[in-house]
């Protein structure tokens, strides 16, 4: 079986700390996750960070590593099954 926090440094190392570059269609951007992703979730719990119940600017740039960690596990290692041994495969095809 796979383990998703393996991929997770990869990931931070690609992606990088908080930026917000006006030509990144997805707006301020921290670990990977962006502010477009975040709000199109609707996650409160997952994404509200400073308690205002709005996701926003705020909420990006107070993510931690273990927050994208999360994210990441929820919405594309659990949504994507990359436990299993065929999507795996498939994943290293793309």
């Given at each position: 079986m796979?383990d998703y926090?393996?991929?997770?440094p990869i990931i ?9 570059d006006?030509?990144d269609s997805?707006?301020?951007t ?6 477009t992703f975040?709000?199109?979730?609707g996650?409160?719990?997952?994404f509200?960070?400073?308690g ?6 705020n909420?990006i740039k107070?993510l ?7 994210i990441?596990?929820?919405?594309f ?5 990359l436990?299993?041994?065929e ?6 095809v793309?």
């Amino acid at each position: 079986m796979a383990d998703y926090k393996r991929c997770i440094p990869i990931i931070i190392q690609a992606e990088g700390k908080y930026s917000n570059d006006p030509a990144d269609s997805g707006g301020p951007t921290k670990w990977g996750v962006c502010l477009t992703f975040a709000k199109d979730t609707g996650d409160l719990e997952l994404f509200d960070k400073d308690g205002n119940r709005r996701i926003d600017i705020n909420d990006i740039k107070k993510l931690s590593i273990d927050d994208a960690s999360e994210i990441f596990k929820k919405y594309f290692w659990d949504k994507f099954k990359l436990d299993e041994e065929e999507s795996n495969k498939k994943a290293l095809v793309i």
